[in-house]
């Protein structure tokens, strides 16, 4: 053991006559723990969020669309060939997009309506059993086994039934404003669906206004012949859209666009990171404060030990073997606070995660329990920072300690 760190552990040590100096050690210690396990547990809750929120888009939202400027097109085989041979493209569903509106029998609803090709699904699932598989197995099966019947089959998000008072078995109407020409203007057209099915994602935007049908029907109502709204693209990783959205733009060009789902919520995502950042900011200075206590307690200690500085001095040790004991101080506090707030952060989090004793009310948020993703980059990162910090609170004492002159440190301490 080099000597330095021998005499930092014993100027520690809560035997020595100061003993309130170790004291004051051991609170900037807890500070120390205390703000790291909050860093990595409020982190922690809010890349779960974040997880959580991408999660949910995706399970009802495709990665990214691709579109033609102007309007629909009908070439949309042609694209859709092409984008499947590129490479990251794991499925493709062309689609037609529009606003409707649903009656009931007991009300009247504005919807997004949305006709997907079921025969289009692809033996590569992308949709992990989530929302959007269970509406393209739902419809496609059931085509399979109505042929024959005259009405058409539509899902409908869960609030957006509750709205209309309908469940599956329930019969509706839609009414799209793509209608005929006639005398008297533009007479809407209307069709008889059933329902037969719902679907909830836990975010009321997509509940309260999402309705599925197949694509062919969808055509139909909305006088569109063989053409689609666009083409949904899924991909083997969400983290690389915007590469694999520029391959797609070298192989199809202008008038085509592509929009993936980062562009399409920006908004949400990139708050969601505006916060992330601001949460580390505010619980970083809970460290800052705990560094303030480390340097306070090492002038403290400089001040009690210029004798033992001193002869150490006069011993022949270096400003620079001065320095490390004091750095080395410093260095042990924040290093156990670390330590132990990283242990209980990492067991804060497994609590809640696991237990989900915190809920949250489901009519305010998209989850019913607070989500937890705890990443080991965070944890490294959080670690790093609060030793670098340590470190830095601790230079000033430091260099202060070699600056005490060992006469005058004999002779009047």
């Known amino acids: 053991m080099l000597f330095e760190s021998f005499i930092a552990k014993r100027y520690l040590s809560f035997k020595q006559k100061q003993a309130f100096i170790s004291i004051i050690a051991l609170l900037s210690t807890g500070g120390v723990a205390l703000g790291v396990m909050a860093l990595i547990t409020v982190i922690a809750v809010m890349t779960g969020v974040e997880k959580e929120m991408k999660r949910k888009i995706l399970g009802i939202d495709p990665h990214m669309i691709v579109m ?8 949309y085989n042609k694209i859709n060939a092409i984008l499947q041979k590129t490479e990251g493209v794991i499925s493709t569903n062309p689609f ?15 919807s997004i309506l949305k006709g997907i090709g079921a025969e289009y699904t692809t033996s590569k ?10 509406i393209f197995l739902k419809l496609s099966t059931y085509k399979s086994e109505t042929e024959k019947q005259v009405i058409p089959g ?4 869960k609030q957006l039934a509750d709205n209309l008072k309908v469940s599956s078995g329930n019969t509706i109407y839609i009414i799209s404003q793509k209608g005929m020409i006639s005398p008297i203007g533009i ?12 679907f909830k994602t836990g975010m009321y935007y997509y509940d309260e206004s999402l309705s599925y049908i197949l694509l062919k029907d969808a055509q139909k109502i909305m006088r569109m012949k063989d053409t689609v709204t666009g083409i949904a693209v899924w991909t083997d ?23 993936n789902f980062l562009n399409t919520h920006q908004d949400l995502f990139s708050a969601l990171k505006l916060e992330k950042t601001a ?37 022949g040790a270096t400003n620079r073997s001065i320095k ?45 329990t607070i989500p937890v993703a705890l990443n080991f980059t965070d944890v490294l990162f959080i670690a790093f920072s609060t030793i670098l910090i340590c470190f830095f609170a601790s230079l000033y004492p430091a260099h202060q300690a070699t600056k005490i002159d060992p006469v005058e440190a004999i002779r009047y301490e």
Request: hydrophobic share 50%.
């Open 68 to 75: 033609k400027q102007g309007g629909g097109f009908s070439e």
């Open 96 to 110: 037609v997009y529009s606003q409707v509106m649903l009656k009931a029998s007991a009300g009247v609803s504005g």
């Open 125 to 134: 699932d992308p949709f992990k059993k989530n929302n959007l598989h269970k």
């Open 154 to 157: 539509i899902i409908l998000g």
């Open 187 to 198: 007479v809407p057209s209307m069709k008889r669906f059933k329902v037969i099915d719902t």
């Open 237 to 259: 990783d969400i983290y690389s859209v915007e590469k694999i959205s520029e391959k797609i733009m070298s192989e199809i060009k202008h008038p085509y666009w592509v929009q």
């Open 279 to 315: 949460m580390f900011i505010i619980l970083m200075l809970i460290v800052l404060v705990a560094a303030f206590n480390i340097a306070s307690s090492l002038i403290m200690m400089v001040m009690k030990k210029k004798r033992d500085i001193g002869i150490l001095k006069a011993m």
């Open 324 to 368: 490390k004991i004091f750095i080395f101080n410093g260095l042990a506090i924040g290093f156990t606070g670390t330590v132990i707030g990283v242990i209980s952060g990492s067991v804060l989090c497994f609590l809640i995660k696991h237990y989900k004793f915190i809920e949250l009310p489901k009519n305010v948020y998209p989850f019913s």
